[in-house]
């Protein structure tokens, strides 16, 4: 009997923690990266040598123009839903123009109903918040979407525009990741590298406990490597689509 109530004890504290441990794995931040790239399209100057050069934004003189574009990707295991997204340029840069899509559905980014508001009452007091920044709401942002925000910037030192991009939705939290080169279907380049070294390594080790022959295994080492990134490109997917469903 007292065997019996020990086991039922530790049975219920043990189904406590498992239910703790779960309760943190469901509620737990969500972190989604976001990258920022931009292209240099022309900057206004006067040169005494080349003389004078203007770059005009609907016939009005700008210092320089650049279109930055905005990715947002939801690697994690959770759909998110009505969010919104606040993508704010530094002081000494505009935001003349954009346009944001999420490449998983085919309806246009819709500005937020206060962002909206300020922009269709279009007084000169609030210009600094019209073009200082753009609020747009997400409805649906699900694991695995990718959200493209396409800008039309200016900055008036003709410097690269500083764009930042935050989510005040609970349980959500935005960083900003340096864009890595890519290869297959999109990974970075370095971490597949270094997944797929490490794969390498150990079926290389297991082909030294095999019995094939020096030859052989020395081929299927050199094949091994050869691939190791593409190796790397495999696992990672295979992890992020695992990730998703559990």
Not at 189 to 199: C, E, P, R
Request: glycine letters at 6%.
């Amino acid at each position: 009997m007292t065997d019996k109530i020990l086991v039922g004890i530790i049975t219920f504290i043990a189904g406590g923690f498992v239910k703790h441990l779960w309760d943190r794995f469901i509620n737990r931040i969500t972190t989604i990266r976001y990258n920022v790239w931009h292209q240099y399209l022309g900057t206004s100057s006067d040169n005494p040598l080349f003389g004078s050069v203007k770059v005009l934004y609907n016939e009005t003189p700008v210092k320089s123009l650049f279109t930055s574009m905005v990715t947002i990707s939801n690697d994690g295991n959770r759909d998110l839903s009505d969010l919104e997204l606040n993508i704010v340029c530094d002081a000494r840069s505009a935001i003349l123009i954009s346009h944001g899509m999420n490449r998983a559905s085919l309806n246009e980014l819709l500005f937020t109903d206060n962002y909206f508001r300020v922009l269709s009452e279009n007084k000169p007091e609030n210009y600094g918040y019209i073009f200082g920044r753009r609020d747009y709401k997400l409805p649906v942002l699900n694991r695995g979407d990718r959200v493209e925000i396409l800008l039309l910037t200016t900055n008036f030192d003709a410097r690269e525009p500083q764009i930042t991009v935050s989510c005040d939705h609970p349980g959500v939290k935005m960083k900003f990741q340096k864009q890595a080169p890519q290869i297959l279907f999109g990974e970075s380049q370095q971490q597949s590298a270094i997944v797929g070294l490490f794969i390498a390594v150990a079926i290389c080790y297991f082909l030294t406990m095999s019995s094939l022959s020096l030859a052989t295994a020395v081929w299927i080492a050199f094949g091994l490597g050869a691939f190791a990134a593409f190796f790397g490109v495999l696992a990672i997917k295979l992890f992020k689509y695992l990730r998703r469903i559990f």
